[in-house]
T-cell receptor, first 112, second 114 residues
Framework: GENVEQHPSTLSVQEGDSAVIKCTYS??????FPWYKQELGKGPQLIID?????GEKKDQRIAVTLNKTAKHFSLHITETQPEDSAVYFC???????????FGAGTILRVKS | DAMVIQNPRYQVTQFGKPVTLSCSQT?????MYWYQQKSSQAPKLLFH???????NEADTPDNFQSRRPNTSFCFLDIRSPGLGDAAMYLC?????????????FGPGTRLTVL
């Protein structure tokens, strides 16, 4: 089955700096890659996703890149703000089926 | 606003005492999921319903059951909670099975087992 590895497990950045979180997946049949942000005591919220037919997607300060050949995808947050502090999860899903496989999560701390 | 609602937000039960967690959705999505999330871990899928079809994960203990009486509601029943079942339980929904179906998560129910 699918296995998703996520790095780093914790990341501290200074406010205004960029943050990058990386994930690798094992199943070449995976074609949907969402990123979720989870704040303390809340459920995960989708912040951006990418399909396997594109290499990059941007939404304001957030971008995701996908390298299908290498089976890895990354989340990029620019101009980080204290409210970006949270746990971020990457995930992968196969073309057919409902199951999202999550990475282990990254604790992002933005220091002001 | 369309959303996924979980009740209660906090649930305390005793070791071995059955407990039921509730999820409702106003999104009219046909897939509903239950995840278990332990501290500092990723959500782990327990099972999901695609309409009335129940899909259990192979490693979900028999102690966990689910019911979906209609499109809007889904329940998680823990028949005999153990200390190891203390966790956050997340409900999620998605519109259709298959490609690219975004999952919307509820706020979760934190279960404490005494």
């Amino acid at each position: 089955g699918e296995n998703v590895e996520q790095h780093p497990s914790t990341l501290s950045v200074q406010e205004g700096d960029s943050a990058v979180i990386k994930c690798t997946y094992s199943d070449s049949a995976s074609n949907y890659f969402p990123w979720y942000k989870q704040e303390l005591g809340k459920g995960p919220q989708l912040i951006i996703d990418i399909r396997s037919n594109v290499g990059e997607k941007k939404d304001q300060r957030i971008a995701v890149t996908l390298n299908k050949t290498a089976k890895h995808f990354s989340l990029h947050i620019t101009e980080t703000q204290p409210e970006d502090s949270a746990v971020y999860f990457c995930a992968a899903k196969r073309e057919y089926g409902n199951k999202l496989v999550f990475g282990a999560g990254t604790i992002l701390r933005v220091k002001s | 606003d369309a959303m996924v609602i979980q009740n209660p937000r906090y649930q305390v039960t005793q070791f071995g005492k059955p407990v039921t967690l509730s999820c409702s959705q106003t999104l009219n999505h046909n897939v509903m999921y239950w995840y278990q999330q332990k501290s500092s871990q990723a959500p782990k899928l327990l099972f999901h319903y695609y309409d009335k079809d129940f899909n259990n994960e192979a490693d979900t203990p028999d102690n966990f059951q689910s019911r979906r009486p209609n499109t809007s509601f889904c329940f998680l029943d823990i028949r005999s909670p153990g200390l190891g079942d203390a966790a956050m339980y997340l409900c999620a929904t998605s519109r259709v099975a298959g490609n690219y179906n975004e999952q919307f998560f509820g706020p979760g129910t934190r279960l404490t087992v005494l």
